[in-house]
């Protein structure tokens, strides 16, 4: 894919009509993210050595927020690919990126496996163990809600390893490892939200990459900056439909002889609604500058444009469909399954709750 307008004409196609049909069957088909995936979209920024399209942060936050104004449940593929991707990328050595990244880029499905029934913003609690075995590596553990695991050839898996954290690359085919779908899902309900298992699996010592051994917040961190401004830029196009969507409707239902959008305490919805797009795209455009300059501070950006978009994407969808009441109390309807989705996007990559402490900790850091 050459240019972002070529990739976001394909996004279009690829979900312009769908995404309702998605949601209700729990899946989207298989062909269409493998199609998308050759040509790169769910992994824009991976450079072009490796297959990619090489986009910058912020081309590829454009797409990611065109991809969540169509269907959250396809932005969150591109999270967890993209996820994957840039954690091969900076933890991984150069055959690791020359092994894993074309395939990324190339028609390959992946997903990242961090939280565990007992280890979700408290990452220190993992389980999950990662040891050298000779020439090979072994997982053991379990991990829950792994976004895209239900579609995944490649998990990338978070653990211990030695004294510090380790990160491997785990074939979905691997023995040993169980897939298992998760069940009725608030929000995003065709993104593949799994459980995975994992019983002494068994991988070449290839897979653990190089960074393995570092310290958790090092590797985590890593992985987690580029998860939450995907998710950032995701909650942007979210509200963006929204907006769309309630203007439509509030300029063409009448209601006590005038328009919905005549009434002044409806007019104040749209208002609000405009405003939390603008601040939602500002703080991610912010950010995926800072991210493009290599800025020290981008990754403290990400978690800003991520608390400020997921909460203006709930708060925004909530008052979208205040304004279409009954006509958007519909599974089927986009303020709905925005409704639904943008509650998840306050958990995910960091809750609302956790965003909050990071950011005090860094103010406080400032007067040190």
């Known amino acids: ?110 997903a990242v496996a961090m939280s565990e029934p ?44 030695e004294r510090g954290t380790g990160v491997a690359v785990v074939p979905g085919g691997t023995p040993g490892v169980t897939v298992e779908p998760v069940g009725n899902p608030l929000g995003c309900r065709a993104a593949g939200h799994a459980d995975v298992r994992f019983e002494n699996v068994r991988l070449p010592a290839s897979h653990l990459l190089a960074a393995s051994g570092a310290p958790l917040p090092m590797l985590v961190t890593t992985a987690l900056s580029y998860g939450r401004l995907s998710v950032a830029w995701g909650c942007a196009g979210l509200v963006r439909a929204c907006r769309i969507a309630a203007v439509r409707h509030a300029s063409g239902r009448v209601q006590f002889g005038e328009p919905l959008a005549g009434h002044q305490l409806v007019a104040r919805h749209l208002a609000e609604l405009v405003t939390a797009e603008h601040l939602a795209t500002l703080a991610c455009a912010h950010a995926s500058t800072r991210w493009d300059e290599g800025s020290p501070d981008q990754a403290v950006a990400a978690v800003l444009a991520k608390q400020i978009a997921a909460r203006q994407a709930a708060d925004g969808a909530a008052r979208a469909v205040q304004v279409l009441a009954s006509a958007g109390a519909h599974d089927d309807h986009v303020v709905a399954r925005a409704y639904r989705d943008a509650k998840l996007m306050e958990i995910i990559e960091g809750s609302t709750e956790i965003c909050q402490l990071l950011l005090a900790e860094h103010a406080l850091a400032a007067l040190r």
């Open 118 to 161: 007992a280890a979700g913003s408290d990452l220190s609690g993992m389980r999950t163990g990662i040891r050298s075995d000779g020439d090979t590596v072994v997982v053991d553990g379990a991990k829950i809600w792994v976004t895209g695991a239900a579609y995944a050839d490649l998990l990338v898996v978070f653990g211990t390893y």
């Open 1 to 110: 894919m050459e240019t972002l307008a070529d990739a976001l004409a394909a996004v279009t196609a690829a979900a312009g009509t769908d995404a309702s049909a998605w949601d209700r069957a729990g899946r989207i088909p298989e062909a269409l993210v493998r199609e998308l995936s050759r040509g790169g979209l769910l992994c824009a920024q991976v450079p072009a050595e490796y297959g990619g399209p090489g986009f910058s942060s912020r081309d590829n936050g454009e797409l990611t927020a065109h991809t969540g104004s169509l269907c959250g449940s396809l932005r969150s593929l591109q999270t967890s690919q993209g996820m994957a991707a840039w954690t091969v990328q900076r933890l991984g050595r150069p055959a690791q990126r020359e092994e894993f990244l074309p395939k990324l880029a190339g028609g390959a499905l992946a």
